[in-house]
């Protein structure tokens, strides 16, 4: 049931309807569509059944956010213009910042030990070129078990 309405409130509702089911949370909305929460909150009352529960991780902890608020903080930017770039609030970043002592965690990182994609990539190329495992492992500079092992476990 909507209310009528002129036809720019309309296509505001209707937009917002459109980001509830994509599963934005509502203050997500409310910075992109620069409109009040209660309007959003009216729009999902009226198509409750409609709308997906928006799911809450908590803590945002993937890779890229970790390490574009660490290049965000490192280059200066305040909370607030870290939060605004990530699309989180002052305090997300207030509280991911605390967490770690003032300090973000290092990034976890490979061992030189593990072969790269890029050297995977290379074996599987000189493999196709019907290349020896001894001669892939003198061309990588790496000894000829850890060529075996990874052909052995990936073909």
Not at 4 to 33: F, H, M, N, V, Y
């Amino acid at each position: 049931m909507s209310r009528p309405g002129r036809p720019r409130d309309e296509a505001l509702r209707a937009a917002i309807l459109k980001l509830l089911r994509a599963g934005l949370s509502k203050s997500a909305i409310s910075r992109q569509l620069l409109c009040s929460r209660e309007l959003i909150r009216s729009v999902a009352n009226e198509h409750d059944g409609e709308i997906p529960a928006v799911q809450h991780s908590g803590r945002p902890r993937n890779v890229w956010f970790r390490t574009t608020l660490a290049e965000l903080l490192r280059s200066g930017s305040n909370f607030a213009d870290a939060a605004r770039a990530l699309d989180c609030c002052p305090q997300t970043v207030r509280r991911i910042v605390l967490e770690y002592g003032g300090m973000l965690p290092p990034l976890n990182e490979r061992s030189s030990l593990r072969l790269s994609v890029i050297e995977r990539e290379e074996i599987s190329r000189r493999l196709a070129e019907h290349w020896s495992l001894r001669k892939i492992a003198r061309h990588l500079n790496r000894n000829v078990s850890t060529i075996s092992r990874e052909v052995g476990a990936n073909g």
